[in-house]
């Protein structure tokens, strides 16, 4: 009869970041070893609180699934002497598996035993299954306490294991598991006892826990918005502020509070970071996307004294954005071109001088970039706002609220009568922020994104500082990933490389140091390269072979996998691909190719392959500049016949060196055909 499993790992209070990769963690670990110990289930459901970590496992059976292996021994030579009787290596592969040598199976000149494994009762294995699933979990950070060896996220607490109504018995960190769970640290009545999976749901909820972070989230989303119903607005809930206040609580209740009028006179940003960013408040607008002197929170915990709670919240929001108007006012006595000095005074990275040079570089790379995409109209918008990009980091605002870097200098350039343009250039460069943010819009903002982030990625490459596994406390990867995208987003023909050199040379980076640090960097976006086509469903092969030839253009990589995303799986460019890796294998160690001399043809099939060559040659040559990748490949198609021809009615390597040769010329003339657009040899055969 099956059973229902509860396992749950209460802790001190788990960092809210935390919450959604543990939980994922924990349900694909559960899933594997239950798969992997032939346990059969149902249903896996994980649940999570900042206090726990809970796992429940639907109609588990009770016994083990029974197991047959056919198991590979020594070969026949080794396990059988000259009577055809079991040598010791025989005898000892039997003993091994368990079985008689006279049972062993002779098969393709091996020995091999059949095993029958016979299922274990499913409670004897759980005790070491849910063991190891605590083991297994991997956290950003984790920590030691009392005297254990054992790490984890937070001090273990208590443990429930429970299969049907049976305690599953183990210790760790010298918590024993039992029935024994907790309710809200506040508001519930102490130690509660479970005797089931449907019994834990009902206790848990009496006890001011609501265990399950979706209905959590939908509650919290409902109230929210009800909320800002009543005061006449809409609440601006950003999803990873709601994904956030999921895990800050076990029973939430939101709430409303007010600001004075007053403070709506600073930039809305300005208002809304401390907060969101600060305070994990929603903000709410009017109809018409004007922000509201009104705020909404969520409580962990019931209605009662809500009046206090929500006093308390106003006061600390008051006290937040009195700090921010004051700053701001503070902040409009200095234009941002006399704060320039100030940059002097802040080291951009050990070795590499300060801010204020690093602002001289941006702004001249930033209009070197614009020479090498030819967009040099619109220099002067460039050059002003390069110098100006960093003048908000000396502000008051921006030294209180670092998320408004750039958000800050917009707004004070603006004040300071700069030209709009300079103003969202400022804006846009720190852009994108973090995964899914918005790209620049504007070709200033763009270029000197650019700029700013291979300054960065240079600068910290050049101090050995390179990003390894997890660790990448530059964000480097984040920016190269930004880089990547605004090149293919603008549609911009560039050159990596020449960006990197540029970058190099107003770095000052020495000589010798240069090819290998531009080796390390070039591999670094290419893996980049590489997850912005894998992140769009583009087949492994394609972004193999796309990027089996040059990937310094990102945009024209681009291009070309896509191409061969919208015309490689047709049955005709299969045939191509086919019919030019048969081409690409024979001359693949051909180097020195000599001219092609028609006198040398033998056949009519070899007229006819140079003929549609050379066709071939004049368009792919005029379609490689206009960029029409799926221009070539559907070129290469009417290629697929003649090379199908000649390969019936001639073969390439004959003793005659001279026909040898030419034909070997012809081949590996088609072969370079496709070079611009990729590696055919990489694509896999559907």
Same mark, same amino acid.
């Given at each position: 009869?099956?059973?229902?499993?509860?396992?749950?790992? $209460?802790?001190?209070?788990?960092?809210?970041?935390?919450?959604?990769?543990?939980?994922?963690?924990?349900?694909?670990?559960?899933?594997?070893?239950?798969?992997?110990?032939?346990?059969?289930?149902?249903?896996?459901?994980?649940?999570?609180?900042?206090?726990?970590?809970?796992?429940?496992?639907?109609?588990? !059976?009770?016994?083990?699934?029974?197991?047959?292996?056919?198991?590979?021994?020594?070969?026949?030579?080794?396990?059988?002497?000259?009577?055809?009787?079991?040598?010791?290596?025989?005898?000892?592969?039997?003993?091994?598996?368990?079985?008689?040598?006279?049972?062993?199976?002779?098969?393709?000149?091996?020995?091999?035993?059949?095993?029958?494994?016979?299922?274990?009762?499913?409670?004897?294995?759980?005790?070491?299954?849910?063991?190891?699933? &605590?083991?297994?979990?991997?956290?950003?950070?984790?920590?030691?306490?009392?005297?254990?060896?054992?790490?984890?996220?937070?001090?273990?607490?208590?443990?429930?294991?429970?299969?049907?109504?049976?305690? &599953?018995?183990?210790?760790?960190?010298?918590?024993?598991?039992?029935?024994?769970?907790? %309710?809200?640290?506040?508001?519930?009545? $102490?130690?509660?006892?479970?005797?089931?999976?449907?019994?834990?749901?009902?206790?848990?909820?009496?006890?001011?826990?609501?265990?399950?972070?979706?209905?959590?989230?939908?509650?919290?989303?409902?109230?929210?918005?009800?909320?800002?119903?009543?005061?006449?607005g809409t609440a601006a809930i950003?999803?990873?502020?709601?994904?956030?206040?999921?895990?800050?609580?076990?029973?939430?209740?939101?709430?409303? %509070?007010?600001?004075?009028?007053?403070?709506?006179?600073?930039?809305?940003?300005?208002?809304?970071?401390?907060?969101?960013?600060?305070?994990?408040?929603?903000?709410?607008?009017?109809?018409? %996307?004007?922000?509201?002197?009104?705020?909404?929170?969520?409580?962990?915990?019931?209605?009662?004294?809500?009046?206090?709670?929500?006093?308390?919240?106003?006061?600390?929001?008051?006290?937040?954005?009195?700090?921010?108007?004051?700053?701001?006012?503070?902040?409009?006595?200095?234009?941002?071109?006399?704060?320039?000095?100030?940059?002097?005074?802040?080291?951009?990275?050990?070795?590499?001088?300060?801010?204020?040079?690093?602002?001289?570089?941006?702004?001249?790379?930033?209009?070197?970039?614009?020479?090498?995409?030819?967009?040099?109209?619109?220099?002067?918008?460039?050059?002003?706002?390069?110098?100006?990009?960093?003048?908000?980091?000396?502000?008051?605002?921006?030294?209180?609220?670092?998320?408004?870097?750039?958000?800050?200098?917009?707004?004070?350039?603006?004040?300071n009568g700069e030209q709009p343009? !300079?103003?969202?250039?400022?804006?846009?460069?720190?852009?994108?922020?973090?995964?899914?943010?918005?790209?620049?819009?504007?070709?200033?903002?763009?270029?000197?994104?650019?700029?700013?982030?291979?300054?960065? &990625?240079?600068?910290?490459?050049?101090? %050995?500082?390179?990003?390894?596994?997890?660790?990448?406390?530059?964000?480097?990867?984040?920016?190269?990933?930004?880089?990547?995208?605004?090149?293919?987003?603008?549609?911009?023909?560039?050159?990596?490389?020449a960006m990197l050199v540029q970058?190099?040379?107003?770095? $000052?980076? +020495?000589?010798?140091?240069?090819?290998?640090?531009?080796?390390?960097?070039?591999?670094?976006?290419?893996?980049?390269?590489?997850?912005?086509?894998?992140?769009?469903?583009?087949?492994?092969?394609?972004?193999?072979?796309?990027? $089996?030839?040059?990937?310094?253009?990102?945009?024209?990589?681009?291009?070309?996998?896509?191409?061969?995303?919208?015309?490689?799986?047709?049955?005709?460019?299969?045939?191509? !691909?086919?019919?030019?890796?048969?081409?690409?294998?024979?001359?693949?160690?051909?180097?020195?190719?000599?001219?092609?001399?028609?006198?040398?043809?033998?056949?009519?099939?070899?007229? +006819?392959?140079?003929?549609?060559?050379?066709?071939?040659?004049?368009?792919?040559?005029?379609?490689?500049?206009?960029?029409?990748?799926?221009?070539?490949?559907?070129?290469?198609?009417?290629?697929?016949?003649? &090379?199908?021809?000649?390969?019936?009615?001639?073969?390439?390597?004959?003793?005659?060196?001279?026909?040898?040769?030419?034909?070997?010329?012809?081949?590996?003339?088609?072969?370079?055909?496709?070079?611009? +657009?990729?590696?055919?040899?990489?694509? !896999?055969?559907?």
């Amino acid at each position: 009869m099956a059973k229902d499993l509860l396992f749950e790992i $209460g802790t001190e209070e788990i960092p809210a970041r935390f919450m959604a990769g543990a939980l994922s963690q924990l349900e694909n670990i559960a899933r594997n070893k239950f798969n992997e110990l032939r346990v059969g289930y149902r249903d896996i459901q994980v649940l999570g609180t900042p206090r726990r970590l809970a796992l429940i496992v639907r109609d588990v !059976v009770e016994e083990q699934a029974d197991k047959n292996s056919e198991n590979k021994g020594p070969s026949i030579k080794i396990a059988f002497d000259a009577n055809h009787l079991p040598t010791k290596a025989a005898q000892g592969f039997a003993r091994g598996q368990g079985v008689d040598p006279v049972d062993l199976v002779v098969k393709d000149g091996y020995v091999y035993a059949l095993v029958h494994e016979v299922g274990k009762p499913v409670s004897t294995l759980l005790p070491e299954i849910l063991s190891n699933i &605590i083991d297994s979990l991997n956290f950003p950070k984790n920590m030691r306490w009392a005297d254990f060896d054992r790490k984890f996220v937070r001090p273990i607490r208590w443990i429930v294991a429970l299969f049907g109504s049976e305690v &599953i018995p183990f210790t760790i960190t010298k918590v024993s598991t039992g029935n024994v769970t907790r %309710g809200h640290r506040f508001l519930s009545k $102490g130690e509660l006892i479970v005797n089931s999976v449907d019994d834990y749901f009902t206790v848990l909820q009496e006890n001011y826990v609501m265990v399950n972070q979706e209905e959590r989230r939908s509650v919290i989303r409902e109230q929210v918005q009800e909320i800002a119903l009543s005061q006449g607005g809409t609440a601006a809930i950003d999803e990873d502020l709601l994904e956030e206040v999921v895990y800050l609580v076990e029973y939430p209740t939101a709430l409303c %509070g007010r600001f004075e009028e007053k403070y709506l006179s600073l930039p809305p940003e300005a208002v809304i970071t401390p907060m969101r960013e600060h305070q994990r408040y929603f903000p709410v607008v009017s109809k018409d %996307g004007k922000l509201l002197p009104v705020f909404i929170t969520v409580r962990n915990g019931s209605a009662d004294h809500i009046d206090i709670v929500r006093h308390g919240n106003e006061r600390v929001l008051k006290a937040r954005l009195a700090d921010a108007q004051f700053f701001f006012e503070e902040d409009k006595k200095i234009k941002l071109i006399d704060r320039l000095d100030k940059l002097k005074t802040i080291v951009f990275q050990e070795g590499l001088g300060t801010v204020y040079d690093k602002t001289i570089r941006i702004e001249h790379l930033a209009l070197a970039i614009a020479k090498f995409i030819g967009t040099e109209n619109v220099n002067r918008i460039i050059e002003r706002s390069a110098k100006l990009a960093k003048a908000d980091l000396v502000t008051g605002m921006v030294c209180e609220f670092t998320e408004l870097q750039g958000t800050m200098g917009k707004e004070y350039a603006l004040l300071n009568g700069e030209q709009p343009e !300079v103003a969202q250039a400022i804006f846009e460069h720190y852009l994108p922020r973090f995964a899914g943010d918005i790209l620049p819009e504007s070709v200033a903002g763009k270029v000197i994104s650019i700029a700013d982030k291979l300054d960065n &990625i240079v600068a910290t490459f050049s101090r %050995g500082l390179i990003p390894t596994g997890s660790q990448d406390p530059y964000a480097l990867r984040r920016q190269a990933l930004g880089i990547v995208n605004i090149l293919i987003d603008s549609s911009y023909h560039v050159s990596m490389n020449a960006m990197l050199v540029q970058t190099m040379d107003l770095l $000052g980076i +020495v000589p010798e140091k240069r090819e290998k640090l531009l080796i390390e960097i070039q591999e670094f976006f290419r893996l980049r390269i590489k997850n912005v086509l894998a992140d769009e469903n583009i087949r492994y092969d394609i972004v193999d072979a796309v990027m $089996g030839t040059s990937v310094d253009d990102v945009y024209d990589t681009w291009l070309r996998a896509k191409a061969m995303v919208n015309d490689g799986g047709s049955s005709e460019m299969q045939k191509a !691909v086919q019919a030019f890796t048969r081409v690409g294998n024979l001359v693949k160690n051909v180097t020195d190719v000599q001219a092609i001399d028609e006198s040398l043809f033998t056949v009519d099939e070899e007229r +006819v392959l140079y003929f549609a060559y050379k066709d071939a040659y004049e368009d792919i040559q005029s379609m490689t500049e206009r960029k029409d990748y799926c221009g070539i490949l559907n070129t290469m198609i009417t290629m697929t016949e003649p &090379i199908d021809a000649f390969f019936g009615a001639v073969m390439v390597m004959v003793e005659d060196i001279a026909v040898k040769n030419n034909r070997l010329a012809l081949l590996k003339r088609i072969t370079d055909l496709t070079t611009n +657009v990729a590696d055919l040899s990489k694509i !896999v055969a559907l």
